[in-house]
């Protein structure tokens, strides 16, 4: 009778096997897509004999080159011509023209313009890791400041055109645009709030708090200055930022905003996403109105330069810079652009200078150094924000 150990040995084995086959195969097909890319008169009679004796595996080695080849495309960016471009926003301005209630998605595209990198570009963060295998040079995002299609969205919004933006981005530079927080869900969170977890206050800085923090740790070094004065052990008022990082579920109100989000999509009748590859955001479920709901079609416009997992159900995909987009479609719907001013920037007004006793906690770049605002802490009023930079929530389930 064969004993535990034979087992475990025979098991090992068994298994050791099955890895060596396939990394065996995985060879085989390697070289097999290296020859069936040659042109047949430049292989040499190693590789035809290998084709030969390989016959059972040609076909796989063709589909897997088809898909190698598939999802190649699916990362080059491609712009339409000019002529493309004016016809697709045409059609986007009779779309808008035809719609009550609109939602936009943002993306880091919309950012691009403003210095700071998409992740799945040609030079995109993601792009980059996998061609290097190591770590990007950093760069503080507080130097970036809104670009054109961020003034424009506030533009839109301010018209009553665009009803609600969810963004992706991290950088608060649709805050910083002027755009009502209570028209915004930072669905990844803002690098320059961080909150209290027990009162949840969100506290406005002028430079990005997540210095000291990252994946599950997200204490900055600072403290509630509402919740300390209660002088309760028991209470944790350390301050946490707000980035919701991959594998991290978000549950903070403020600025996330799910509750804001999810009313508003399900008013909208045309949804608009911009330089977003959505392969992140195809998975909010509540972000994507159900196909069978009683009410009329929500109509769906994808702009970005890359494929994304929607394009097949958009009505209207533009592959066209953001910038560009509404250079031209601000012109088509006679709207003005006012452009990006620092000393009307909103984070101006909202931000909470750091106490003496603080500044040893952030050795990061501040904005608006050379004419802070003094705001007294406990000011607060009702409403989305209160002009000591403070914002109360209650927590969501």
């Not at 909150?195 to 403290?223: I, M, Q, S, W």
Request: net charge positive; charged share 30%; with cysteine.
């Amino acid at each position: 009778m064969e004993s535990n150990r034979e087992k475990r040995k025979r098991e090992h084995k068994e298994k050791q096997k099955i890895v060596s086959l396939k990394r065996e195969q995985s060879t085989r097909l390697r070289r097999l897509g290296a020859i069936l890319n040659k042109d047949e008169d430049l292989r040499t009679d190693e590789e035809s004999k290998f084709l030969e004796e390989n016959k059972s595996f040609i076909t796989i080695a063709k589909c897997r080159l088809v898909r190698q080849n598939e999802l190649k495309q699916r990362t080059e960016e491609i712009e339409d011509e000019l002529d493309v471009l004016n016809d697709k926003i045409d059609k986007l301005v009779d779309l808008i023209g035809k719609s009550e209630h609109i939602c936009v998605y943002t993306g880091a595209g919309i950012s691009t313009s403003s210095n700071i990198p998409d992740y799945r570009g040609p030079n995109g963060v993601w792009t980059q890791l996998n061609k290097n295998g190591s770590v990007l040079k950093t760069q503080d995002l507080a130097l970036a400041t809104p670009t054109y299609t961020h003034m424009s969205l506030k533009a839109l919004v301010k018209a009553n055109i665009i009803k609600h933006i969810v963004s992706q981005n991290c950088d608060g530079l649709h805050l910083r645009s002027g755009l009502p927080i209570e028209k915004l869900s930072e669905i990844h969170g803002n690098m320059f709030v961080e909150v209290c977890p027990n009162c949840e206050r969100a506290f406005y800085r002028n430079f990005d708090v997540t210095e000291h923090t990252g994946l599950r740790h997200h204490k900055t070094g600072r403290f509630c200055s509402h919740c300390i004065e209660l002088d309760d052990k028991d209470i944790n008022c350390e301050l946490i930022d707000t980035i919701v990082h991959f594998g991290e579920k978000g549950y903070l109100n403020y600025p996330l905003n799910w509750a804001g989000a999810s009313e508003a999509v399900s008013k909208c009748d045309l949804i608009i996403c911009l330089g977003s590859s959505l392969k992140v955001l195809k998975n909010y479920s509540c972000l994507w109105p159900k196909k069978n709901h009683k009410k009329k079609k929500v109509t769906l416009v994808v702009c970005n330069l890359q494929w994304t997992p929607k394009d097949s159900q958009a009505s209207l995909k533009i592959n066209a810079k953001c910038d560009l987009l509404f250079e031209k479609l601000m012109r088509k719907l006679n709207l003005d652009v006012e452009p990006y001013d620092k000393d009307k920037d909103k984070l101006k007004q909202l931000y909470l200078p750091l106490k003496v006793d603080e500044q040893e906690t952030c050795k990061r770049y501040q904005l608006f150094t050379t004419n802070q605002i003094k705001i007294e802490s406990d000011s607060l009023t009702p409403g989305w924000f209160a002009k000591g930079a403070n914002v109360k929530f209650k927590r969501t389930k």
